[in-house]
């Protein structure tokens, strides 16, 4: 169906050329580079030690309960905000899905918004809403209901939030877009034949619409596993994931080779995810 | 015919509604507060309510030599980025759509890569590059690495459109002895406009909003969110930063707002 050979089809594959050497010249050879690096010993200052000196031990290092430690956390808190950004953006998407066209465009509007605007500027909005004397605590303060600022960031759950804020809005779309795809008169159909809300939710809807919950995962789960700059400002350092301190190795620690090491591990992580998710998602689509 | 249909249904259950509004007013709430304290008098903490109101931080704003300097050069870099991101987005996409290749899965997999990965990983791997290959971070460090995860964008879009479109116009151009380029002209840019459009908006986007990667290969640049990012920790005129905030957020808005209603002029 796509691309049938003609004329033209001899010379057409060179057009992917340009794009094809830009990205094995400023991404797969870069990544090669940090393969590289993650098995030579560290130089003093940051870099590599020239000559260049093999060494597994930053591998070994990785295995530390330390790290690893980290590792787990940071799927952990991915896991979580994935969760927790399906579940609240499966219902909107629906509510977005199922209102009359003129709702339809001003709700979606509201979703777009946020997700056009600065990731940072987000990050930061909760901050503020969240901060000693931001707005809740601020609020609380003035209604009298509590005497001292509530600690509310720099703490796992104020990353969690701050996350969830962050990469809600990368859920809710491709979910809507399954959703909306979807006839809900096919529910109507099934609890004529019988079935239940629930059952009628679990067999019907959930799996004709799970293309776009799967794209969610995947979209939420990625950035947030590898996240460095949002624990860094929701964490106020006290937060540690992969991210954080792959950053650190390249910043103060002044250790390439490790920061690679661990770079490489999240990037194994990460594809075989997303690998994963691909196959599913393929045998969903398969008709029958 | 559609909106009959839904109207049918009737109204959503209540826990329904109830959890859209609880939603939309947690995405929209931190934003709320963005814009109120733009307009607080207290300089330095954010107390509530904000003790007085002015509009002085949008003088001082615009009179901070910094703030311009982080916005134009976020626009440039998203320009520049966008406009690489087009070209070479469009002829992979021409080349994928148009003719089976030995590769062609492995190619859509590596234009993908990059927005697949962490942003993390291609920072620091781009750091390590440059570091090694002794280019100078800055304008040119930047823009390379933002256009690394655009092309997919554009590639995204352009190919939808193609497989949408078909190829019998193309076809019934040339039989009708057109030359490539009078078919390209005529035919195939009108039809990939808008996919064009679309596909250079949400790299533009895209490439504004990067903080992760720029992180690594901007050396002593500071783009817009960079700016930001640092004025997190210092505590002077923090309502500038505010006043950035809402410019930012207004000027994502604007486009959106306007795309809408132009599509909600045309079919579906």
């Known amino acids: 169906m796509t691309g049938s050979d003609d004329k033209s089809g001899r010379r057409g594959p060179l057009l992917v050329l340009p794009a094809a050497a830009y990205l094995m010249i400023f991404f797969v050879l870069p990544l090669i580079i940090v393969l590289v690096i993650s098995f030579v010993e560290r130089g003093r200052a940051g870099g590599v030690r020239s000559p260049l000196a093999p060494t597994i031990q930053y591998y070994i290092r990785l295995v530390d309960p330390l790290y690893v430690g980290i590792f787990f956390k940071s799927a952990r808190i991915a896991l979580l905000v994935t969760g927790v950004c399906v579940l609240l953006g499966y219902p909107l998407a629906v509510f977005i899905g199922r209102s009359p066209p003129r709702l339809r465009s001003p709700l979606l509007m509201l979703v777009m918004i946020p997700f056009w605007t600065n990731f940072l500027v987000r990050t930061y909005a909760m901050k503020q809403l969240l901060g000693a004397e931001g707005g809740i605590n601020g609020l609380l303060l003035w209604l009298g209901l509590i005497h001292s600022p509530l600690s509310l960031i720099f703490n796992e759950f104020s990353v969690v939030l701050g996350l969830v804020y962050g990469y809600f809005p990368f859920a809710v779309l491709p979910m809507y877009a399954s959703i909306e795809k979807f006839d809900l008169t096919l529910m109507e159909a099934a609890s004529d034949l019988g079935a239940n809300l629930r059952r009628a939710f679990l067999q019907v809807m959930l799996p004709l619409t799970f293309p776009g919950v799967l794209a969610a995962i995947v979209l939420v789960f990625v950035p947030v596993v590898g996240a460095f700059i949002t624990p860094d400002i929701m964490g106020g350092g006290k937060v540690e994931m992969i991210g954080t301190l792959i950053n650190r190795q390249f910043g103060v620690a002044r250790n390439w080779p490790f920061g690679s090491a661990m770079s490489l591990a999240l990037m194994v992580m990460v594809v075989a995810g997303v690998l994963y998710y691909l196959r599913s998602s393929e045998e969903k689509e398969r008709p029958i | ?268």
């Open chain 2, 1 to 268: 015919m559609r909106s009959e249909a839904n109207e049918s249904r009737g109204r959503a259950p209540l826990s329904l509604r109830l959890a859209t509004l609880g939603v939309i007013l947690f995405l929209h709430v931190p934003m709320a507060i963005i814009f109120l304290y733009a307009f607080t008098t207290d300089d330095a903490t954010f107390s509530f309510p904000p003790p007085g109101l002015t509009f002085d931080w949008f003088g001082v704003a615009v009179h901070r030599p910094d703030v311009w300097q982080a916005l134009l050069l976020s626009l440039r870099v998203a320009l520049i980025a966008t406009l690489a991101a087009l070209v070479l987005g469009t002829l992979a996409a021409t080349a994928v759509y148009r003719s089976k290749f030995f590769g062609r899965e492995a190619i859509s997999f590596l234009l993908l890569l990059p927005l697949a990965l962490p942003g993390i990983v291609s920072g620091i791997a781009l750091r390590s590059a440059i570091g090694m290959a002794d280019f100078p971070f800055g304008f040119w460090t930047i823009v390379i690495g933002h256009a690394t995860f655009c092309i997919v964008v554009v590639y995204n879009n352009v190919l939808a459109r193609y497989r949408r479109t078909g190829r019998s116009q193309v076809e019934a151009s040339m039989d009708l002895g057109a030359d490539p380029l009078q078919t390209f002209r005529y035919v195939i840019l009108p039809a990939i406009g808008t996919a064009l459009l679309a596909g250079g908006m949400l790299a533009f986007a895209l490439s504004f909003d990067e903080i992760v990667v720029t992180t690594f290969t901007a050396g002593h640049e500071e783009t817009l969110p960079i700016w930001m990012f640092s004025q997190l920790t210092k505590p002077r005129q923090r309502p500038v930063t505010n006043v950035v905030a809402v410019f930012v957020i207004v000027l994502t808005a604007i486009p959106i707002f306007l795309a809408n209603r132009l599509t909600q002029g045309g079919s579906e």
